[in-house]
């Protein structure tokens, strides 16, 4: 892992850094040392480890004395762009612009990235783990939209992950993952999203097979996540991971 730069501002330090191929944000409380609780952010499809919203939702989990790691996913951010998900990104778009199921459409396309992801992130944690401001303590995960479809497949294949928050995001092609998922979740539905049908959403809740589970549904479209839930995600992550 190499460290690009480092900045601190308001209690929080951020450090860019690489990782083989992968470039990603650490945030930390200003001037941690020992282990601490450990939260991996997914970010959206089209967004990057930095977009505003992540970089808000971390740096107020840091300044609550967690650690929190964001990377590009696959084909995002700084990252190259193949071919392939130029297709059938061109293909999502059409798609959706003939009345396609966007879930399908969506469910295509986090397929295609999964694999990558989920290899990125354990690879990113452990090395994370390593750090002495992080050391291997209890791990939750955060993402919405894309950020939940490649979360799930690395939940259900990463012991490590103690707890998550999750949601915006049909069943289409999770189900069997979705199955294998035992660890507290929270689960956001934006109850008009225009890009993700309700029972499509509800259906992926109920396959989750937590024993504990919560549904948070609030009024409004796919991006309208009340600012709220960044704290419910906040008191979330405390009951599970300290």
Known sequence: MRFISRTSSDGVTEQFFTLDEIPGVLWTPEDASGPRPL??????????KAAPNTVTRARRYAAEGFAVVAIDAPNHGDRPK????????AHMRAGMAAGEDPGALVATMHSHLARQAVADWQAVLTAVQSLDQV???????????????????????????????????????L????????????????WDDQMVPRDQSLALFDAFAAPEKTLHANPGKHGDVP????????????????
């Open 135 to 173: 050391g291997a303590g209890p791990v939750g995960y955060c993402g919405m939209s894309m950020g939940c479809g490649l979360g799930i497949p690395l939940i259900a294949a990463e012991p490590r992950i103690r707890a998550a928050v999750l949601g915006l995001l049909g069943v289409h092609g």
């Open 82 to 89: 193949d071919e392939e998900f130029g297709r059938m990104a």
């Open 175 to 190: 189900t069997e993952d979705a199955a294998r998922i035992t660890v507290p979740v929270q689960f956001l539905v934006q």
């Open 227 to 242: 600012s709220f839930e960044v704290d419910s995600a906040l008191q979330f992550f405390a009951r599970h991971l300290n």
């Open 39 to 48: 939260i991996l952010l997914g970010h959206g499809g089209g967004q990057h």
